[in-house]
């Protein structure tokens, strides 16, 4: 999630990428006994027979029959850390055992990958694995709606790292803390002003107007600092306080928060702090 972490839930827009390359991506792999995860994944293959919506897309028996066989999801991306790693396995796995998939749209795509990523989440909204479905970003509307963005998009990631907070995090556990926090009308306030910041940025980002982005960042990242510092590992917390006023630096949220990746903003490769950053435009730095 480039842009709208959060305030999506109050009708933001949003912005959400696939990475470039290889450093975090995922594919199938077959063996030659039972895989570790096979367990797992039976478990999840007997939830999506059970659920009310109608598979009738999905070969489950193919899936079994090949997970017998020593089928394994082999994946880089890290778990916990909010950049796809269950949307990924949902992804590849409607991809590989869907059959006619292409005669649904964009929308039942993503309902069908919603309800296959609930099992690992509660609730989903599908934008995760349909990102990674199609490899391709989407644009979230004021009304919900979903925009495929161009596939050159990625390239506007120039300047964007991921910087690890060495922590693993559960999403659901944030996203109950936010929705808590909203019953307060002064923090509720707080993340209307955040919405405005958030869809400056992406208004920006559209026109490939980088001053105005850089400056709308900030500003997201300012009212994340003041607002939710509970959503910031201590590992993060001394480098997004010393960018707070440094000019084309800035670190927001990259998700849920609480652990796992943070943004860091930085054009002019500035940054010559701790921790090892990974450029979401090529290979690791």
């Known amino acids: 999630m480039l842009f709208g972490e959060y305030t999506v839930l109050h009708g933001s827009e949003a912005i959400a990428l696939p990475t470039s390359g290889r450093q975090l991506s995922g594919h199938w792999e077959v063996g030659h006994e039972t895989s570790p995860g096979s367990h797992m994944l039976q478990q999840w293959i007997q939830y999506l027979r059970e659920t009310p919506r109608k598979f009738t897309a999905f070969n489950f028996d193919a899936f079994e029959e090949d997970l017998s066989e020593g089928l394994l999801f082999s994946s880089s991306i890290p778990m916990g850390y909010g950049m796809g790693s269950s949307g990924a396995l949902c992804a590849a796995a409607l991809h590989r055992y869907g059959h006619d998939v292409d005669r649904y749209s964009v929308e039942e795509t993503r309902e069908i990958l919603a309800t296959m990523e609930s099992f690992f989440h509660d609730s989903s909204s599908g934008l995760d694995p349909l990102v990674s479905y199609y490899n391709r970003g989407f644009k979230v509307c004021t009304d919900g709606s979903l925009s495929m963005l161009d596939e050159n998009a990625n390239q506007q990631l120039n300047g964007f790292y991921l910087l690890d907070s060495q922590k693993k995090r559960k999403t659901s556990e944030w996203v109950n803390l936010y929705m808590n926090k909203c019953e307060d009308a002064t923090f509720k306030s707080a993340m209307l002003e955040l919405l405005k910041a958030q869809n400056r940025a992406i208004t920006a980002w ?15 990242s300012l009212l994340q600092w003041t607002w939710m510092q509970e959503w910031m590992p201590e590992s993060i917390r001394p480098i997004w306080k010393a960018t707070l006023h440094a000019e084309h630096l800035s670190v927001k949220l990259c998700g849920a928060g609480g652990g796992g990746y943070f943004l860091l903003f930085d054009p002019d490769k500035v940054y010559n702090g701790r921790g090892k950053l990974i450029s979401l435009t090529s290979s690791q730095i």
């Not at 559209?206 to 500003?219: F, G, L, P, T, V």
């Open 206 to 220: 559209e026109n490939n107007d980088r001053e105005a982005m850089s400056k709308a960042i900030s500003e997201i």
